[in-house]
Structures are given as structure tokens and as C-alpha cells.
């Protein structure tokens, strides 16, 4: 079973940067960890993942080149860096975790935080 806590949404302008982490507790580095975001009216959606041992990420298209999910196990913390931001990156957002080899399916998380604000001004 793994705790998490996102922090570090808050109004930032386009083209800005900003970082979000998610720190957890009990066994984080047996999980893969994913990051999720939800739009005012919108469904959740994935946004990208990282292995268990961070050796592998993934991201959709719309992020792919602007954000960067990183991981420290020993820290048990989740990071989301997020770069050259966009008003349609507005949304909150949502650290999870999955099993071990199971991140990069959306469906398989089984743990949430309860989210982070990002707002990108024009």
C-alpha cells in the first residue's frame, strides 16, 4: 500500500515552467507512478508514467517533449516537471501508482492522491 501527496500546482503563465511532486509514503519503489489530470467538465486523463525503478517513462502526445517524470526511491518522491506550459494544461493534477509493470495501462492504478492545481494563464 502506498500514501501519496501532490504539491507545487499554482498560476503560472504560457510558456512558463513548473514542478509538481508527489510524496509518498510506504512501499513507493515497488509501484509504478503515473501522472494524471483533470480539466473543469473533463474526464481524468493519463498524462505519462514512470517504471518502478525509473529506468522507463512514457507519455501521451499532447505532454511528450514538455513534461518529464522523474522518481527518487530512496526520497520516496514523484516528480512532474513541466516545461513551456499551455492554458489547455490547465487542470488538476493527480499523482497514482500501479503495479509493478502494469503503469503504462491508464486503467491499472490503484492508488491516488487527491491532486494538485495548475492553472496557465495566456
Known amino acids: 500500500q502506498v500514501q501519496l501527496v501532490e504539491s507545487g500546482g499554482q498560476l503560472a503563465q504560457a510558456g512558463g515552467s513548473l514542478r509538481l511532486s508527489c510524496a509518498a509514503s510506504?512501499?513507493?519503489?515497488?509501484?509504478?507512478m503515473g501522472w494524471f489530470r483533470q480539466a473543469p467538465g473533463k474526464d481524468r486523463d493519463f498524462v505519462g508514467a514512470?517504471?518502478?525503478?525509473?529506468?522507463?517513462?512514457y507519455y501521451v502526445d499532447s505532454v511528450k517533449g514538455r513534461f518529464t517524470i522523474s522518481r527518487d526511491n530512496v526520497k520516496n518522491l514523484l516528480s512532474l516537471q513541466m516545461n513551456n506550459l499551455k492554458p489547455e494544461d490547465t487542470a488538476m493534477y493527480y499523482c497514482?501508482?500501479?503495479?509493478?509493470?502494469?503503469?503504462?495501462?491508464?486503467?491499472?492504478?490503484?492508488?491516488w492522491g487527491k491532486g494538485t492545481q495548475v492553472t496557465v494563464s495566456a
Open positions: 497514482a501508482a500501479a503495479s509493478a509493470g502494469s503503469g503504462f495501462n491508464e486503467n491499472r492504478y490503484i492508488y
Open positions: 510506504g512501499r513507493f519503489s515497488a509501484y509504478d
Open positions: 514512470v517504471t518502478y525503478r525509473g529506468d522507463m517513462t
